[in-house]
């Protein structure tokens, strides 16, 4: 996997493990009472990088040769 992936993606996206878990506590034990805009807007900031991340090292180890 880490031949198509660098580290670094695979690190970030590793680091959301947090984020996994607080949604799955907001929808498994209704743990939303504290969740408010603010975790919203950092939680698209957060998936937004993850996936600008992914998309530029996919493009560049595809024109790499």
Known sequence: MLKKIPAF??????????VYAIILAFLFFEEGEEVNTSFY????FVMASVILQTLI????SKYSY
Request: net charge positive; proline share 6%.
């Open 9 to 18: 993606t695979v690190n970030l996206s590793f680091n959301l493990e947090p």
């Open 57 to 60: 090292s996919v493009r560049r």
């Open 41 to 44: 807007v950092g939680l698209f």
